[in-house]
């Protein structure tokens, strides 16, 4: 004669009451939640300005685009020279300028590692590569 009473391939775990207590605690944690004390605890400062540049002559985007036949910066094909020189201008004024590199489908890979080194020569940092 067989005992009657659970066996344990039958033992069974509700899952809907855990379900239930869990969506409590969630909207008991979201209701709860003070946005103000997390944000008063941050430590965000910014930077000051820097108060000799003027803000009007400061580049806030600086744009190279990289071809097969060179650099083309403010509308106008350059050397590597005269990006050289113009880039030592730029970081003259401000060296945390964004540099936008923008190179062509069929610019050759050199050029953008040229840009590439007169931006390290001169300190610029706040780099972008985008293929066009």
Same mark, same amino acid.
């Given at each position: 004669?067989?005992?009657?009473? #659970?066996?344990?391939?039958?033992?069974?775990?509700?899952? +809907?009451?855990? @379900?239930?207590? $869990?969506?409590?605690?969630? @909207?008991?944690?979201? $209701?709860?939640?003070?946005?103000? %004390?997390?944000?008063?605890?941050?430590?965000?400062?910014?930077?000051?300005?820097?108060?000799?540049?003027?803000?009007?002559?400061?580049?806030? #985007?600086?744009?190279?685009?990289?071809?097969?036949?060179?650099? @083309? $910066?403010?509308?106008?094909?350059?050397?590597?020279?005269?990006?050289?020189?113009?880039?030592?201008? *730029?970081?003259?004024?401000?060296?945390?300028?964004?540099?936008? #590199?923008?190179? +062509?489908? %069929?610019?050759?890979?050199? *050029?953008?590692?040229?840009?590439?080194?007169?931006?390290?020569?001169?300190?610029?940092?706040?780099?972008?590569?985008?293929?066009?």
């Amino acid at each position: 004669m067989a005992k009657k009473g #659970l066996n344990a391939g039958e033992a069974k775990a509700e899952m +809907t009451p855990m @379900i239930d207590v $869990v969506f409590q605690l969630l @909207i008991f944690f979201v $209701v709860t939640l003070h946005q103000e %004390d997390i944000l008063s605890r941050l430590m965000a400062s910014r930077p000051a300005p820097d108060k000799k540049a003027d803000p009007e002559q400061q580049p806030d #985007l600086i744009n190279i685009e990289i071809f097969r036949g060179g650099f @083309i $910066v403010k509308g106008r094909v350059v050397s590597l020279e005269e990006l050289d020189r113009q880039m030592r201008n *730029y970081a003259a004024m401000s060296k945390t300028a964004n540099v936008l #590199l923008r190179c +062509t489908r %069929d610019s050759p890979h050199q *050029y953008l590692v040229q840009a590439l080194d007169i931006c390290a020569k001169h300190q610029m940092t706040n780099l972008s590569i985008f293929s066009m």
